[in-house]
């Protein structure tokens, strides 16, 4: 048997819920080689029907239902993700924010979700308090998010990475069993 912590996978496979209470899983479940496959083939492609996730893990369909439902039960899958082409929309900027700041990440936070189009807001452990992922129209409508954000909240040190392009989620290299020691 693996183990996996269930928080690790909780943020890998997509939870639709963001937690920013600070509050972690501690939880640690037992996988096998079977459900290490199912979780992969599901992070590649979550909408995958239940027949090519059978036959890619040699299983009968009602075996990797209940393996999945397990899974489920556990909180190791908590549900899928959604990446939509957002240069058609006139999204084309993706940006990760590193703010450094003695203030309110809740409130950060908040005005993120009603002044940006925030994907991602994450509590950090090192040189920021707070890394957020989100998209801009332009880098001056970034800017322009940006400038209120640092006067009002009066963060210390704010540094955003502008990505060349959008990322191209590739889960294939990421071993779901952890290392023994």
Same mark, same amino acid.
């Given at each position: 048997m693996n183990r996996i912590s269930a928080g690790f *996978? #909780? $943020? &890998?496979?997509?939870?639709?819920?963001?937690? *920013?209470?600070?509050? $972690?899983? #501690?939880a640690t479940v037992d996988i096998d080689e %079977? +459900?290490?496959? @199912? &979780?992969? !083939? &599901?992070?590649?492609?979550?909408?995958? #029907? *239940?027949k090519e996730i059978a036959k890619e893990c040699g299983l009968s369909s009602v075996s990797a239902l209940n393996r999945i439902k397990q899974l489920k039960k556990l909180g190791v899958i908590t549900g899928?993700?959604?990446f939509p082409?957002?240069?058609p929309l006139g999204v084309q900027? &993706?940006? %990760? @924010?590193?703010?450094?700041t003695d203030a309110n990440i809740d409130e950060i936070v908040e005005f993120l979700k009603k002044h940006t189009? *925030? !994907?991602?807001?994450?509590?950090?452990i090192g040189e920021y308090d707070l890394c957020a992922l989100v998209y801009a129209e332009s880098i001056a409508n970034l800017n322009e998010k940006i400038d209120p954000l640092k006067?009002?909240?009066? @963060?210390?040190? !704010?540094v955003?990475?502008?990505?060349?392009?959008?990322?191209?989620? %590739?889960?294939? #290299?990421? +071993?779901?069993?952890? @290392?023994?020691?």
């Open positions: *996978l #909780n $943020k &890998l496979y997509v939870s639709g819920k963001i937690d *920013l209470s600070g509050e $972690k899983m #501690n %079977t +459900d290490d496959k @199912i &979780l992969h !083939v &599901l992070i590649q492609d979550a909408r995958a #029907n *239940l899928a993700a959604f082409v957002l240069d900027i &993706l940006a %990760t @924010i590193g703010m450094e189009h *925030l !994907v991602e807001p994450s509590k950090s006067r009002q909240f009066e @963060i210390k040190k !704010v955003v990475n502008v990505w060349s392009g959008m990322p191209h989620m %590739t889960y294939e #290299n990421i +071993d779901l069993r952890p @290392i023994k020691k």
